[in-house]
């Protein structure tokens, strides 16, 4: 049996523990009532029903300073004799049980004590003591009813989250929070679950579809679609979860996806997510996503190049004004790509790449770096440092070159090795011959050492051509 947070818990979760085990026992008749509420509504008479559940039941969506009010009436305690005459009817009907002493030792072990008051604690373990079970009851039943104001889930699990985000980030506590959290259905929480989950794409999944309508789990949604290689089965079961995304019109009517894509029927159903956000909600990733895919060739607008452009700088233009951080240096790649276009301008590109640089974007920061070159070489190294230690194997090299230029071979030697840590293999050959120069310039054999031991590790990955220019270079 889960423990019950009882400063966490409506009366929906209340009842239905206890009627769920009637049910089990054999005690229908306390069942058969109103969903969720069929311990409290089918067990006490109907004058409590009209001056007190039936407004809890339709405040139960209202909201949170409507319900404070119906628990303020319930402070002045006018309610506790009938809410005793249920806690007699309900001990009478679980008596009846087979397991019923059992039962109460669960229910007892399921309080957490420091939620209770002082005096609710100690009447609680005075009618065990003396096997009153009525009085017990009633003091759980009361409880739930007194903190009815912050037991709604949206509060609760607002609360859960909040105490998460003040907790050390990654730890096994702050998981269990926002786990919690996004039970109780937090969308926020639900997200941030689903992202500290993101090397199980299927837990990951079922979180976000949980907050399929929040705009930020569906576009986590599409993005899981567009890079996620899911299975057939699983894109057919997100078709049907997000079926209300399927915008027809003639824009989308228009959109193909490219034969080379891998899985083209994921893609699409990502690019019609974005078409839907961007469509509903100022979402500046659904912007930028469209806009990437278009640039990029993934999907295009049926048989015309200047149509396909001018949606790509449209989505981009839209998504940099809403602040994405990535659309200023997709927009400055297509003009890049583009300089025949009638928006060209060297300045304007030089102040996206700039822009989203300086806001931290990884490879802006390179790209920018790179223009930076040839005529502001202390503000090149500047951006592309930051891009190498953002783990760009791309600046990695790059800075490498710049360090050998300047004969500072210790940190050419050192960035060329970040580059293959990263990724780019092909700096191997670089770092090589740099270690053979130094052998040469210094008559120290460490470095030819050096050279065969990093040729020798990364043989396998390398070209041909590189395998041997290296094995004629490299002193047998």
Known sequence: ??????????????????????????????????RYFSTLLGCINEDVKESYLNRILKYLSSSTAQSIAIIDDFNDGIYDKNLMKFANILSTELQKTEDFNIFIKKLDDMIIVPYLSIEEYNNLKECLNNKDYDNYL??????????YKISLPNISSQRMLEEALTIYFDTEFQKRLISESAKLGNHQAIILFGNLNYSNPQVSLNYYLKAKKNKIALWEIGYMLETGNLTQEVVELIKKEI???????????N???????????????????YYYISSNFEYSKAFNSIGKLLL????????????????????????????NINAPRLLATYFLGNPKDEDYNESYIM???RNSADMGEIDAN????????QKKLKQSRKYLMYAAEQKNSSACYELAQMFELKGDYKNACEYSKRAIYYGRVSAVYDLCLMYIELANSTKQKVYIFKATQMFDKYKKYLTPDIIE?????IPK
């Open 1 to 34: 049996m889960d423990k019950i947070y009882y400063d966490c818990i409506n009366l929906k979760k209340f009842s239905k523990t206890i009627s769920d085990y009637l049910h089990n026992n054999g005690q229908k008749k306390i069942c058969n009532v109103r």
């Open 138 to 147: 009633f003091i759980l039943i009361k409880h739930t009813f007194k903190t």
């Open 243 to 253: 079926d209300f995304c399927i915008i027809k019109d003639s824009f989308i009517n």
């Open 255 to 273: 959109i193909v996806v490219d034969k080379k894509v891998k899985n083209p029927e994921s893609l699409k159903l990502a690019f019609q997510i």
């Open 296 to 323: 990029n060739g993934s999907v295009s607008y049926k048989g015309d190049n200047k149509i396909t452009n001018k949606y790509i700088k449209q989505y981009l233009l839209n998504a940099i004004k809403l602040g």
């Open 351 to 353: 102040e996206l790449l």
């Open 366 to 373: 390179y790209e920018y770096g790179m223009l930076l070159k």
């Open 469 to 473: 220019k290296l094995s004629e270079i």
